[in-house]
T-cell receptor
């Protein structure tokens, strides 16, 4: 079976750094993705990690440790527009094409 | 063109109605998906089409019927839905690991 855990909510002030952790138990794991979703909007792709290490894309970075079944999304220089839900999602060779989403982390950015 | 389009944006239907949701992408992606999303919950996979063939059906009730007329189009036919089927229905497409989501159809079943 598959399971993912991520915190339900994180609150931080503008300009701060937030780390959203994601732990997973997935047979046939092949990659960890992150998606952002604003209220009323559609999920948008942020990053993908298939190998151990850090991937950086502007203010957002994502990390993966396959041996620890763990990853995180790092949001730097937080802006009000970063207030959204963030989902980690895993892909498995047990079911090609299917993404298993975590429950989501609501990030609230305050002035 | 790097977007997925969905129509209609909003749909209200009775339990005896038949309606269809439409999705279109022109990125040449080989895989297309239907998801259902309830408020404050993650997207829940319903169907996956790969190269126009149904590859995954997540045990979805038969009142939801997907169709892939060609590589750019994906439909979801709805019939005899229940009020608990009210949700945001998202279409997505992908070529590799990144899924591109459409804006969704917000469905209300009365």
């Amino acid at each position: 079976g598959q399971s993912l855990e991520q915190p339900s909510e994180v609150t931080a002030v503008e300009g701060a750094i937030v780390q959203i952790n994601c732990t997973y138990q997935t047979s046939g794991f092949y990659g960890l993705s992150w998606y952002q979703q604003h209220d009323g909007g559609a999920p948008t792709f942020l990053s993908y990690n298939a190998l151990d290490g850090l991937e950086e894309t502007g203010r957002f970075s994502s990390f993966l440790s396959r041996s620890d079944s763990y990853g995180y999304l790092l949001l730097q220089e937080l802006q009000m527009k970063d207030s959204a839900s963030y989902f980690c999602a895993v892909g498995s060779t047990d079911s090609w094409g299917k993404l298993q989403f975590g429950a989501g982390t609501q990030v609230v950015v305050t002035p | 063109d790097t977007e997925v389009t969905q129509t209609p944006k909003h749909l209200v239907m009775g339990m005896t109605n038949k309606k269809s949701l439409k999705c279109e992408q022109h990125m040449g992606h080989r895989a297309m998906y239907w998801y259902k999303q309830k408020a404050k919950k993650p997207p829940e996979l319903m169907f996956v089409y790969s190269y126009e063939k149904l590859s995954i059906n997540e045990s979805v009730p038969s009142r939801f019927s997907p169709e892939c007329p060609n590589s750019s189009l994906l439909n979801l036919h709805l019939h005899a839905l229940q009020p608990e089927d009210s949700a945001l229905y998202l279409c997505a497409s992908s070529q590799e690991y990144e899924q591109f989501f459409g804006p969704g159809t917000r469905l209300t079943v009365l």
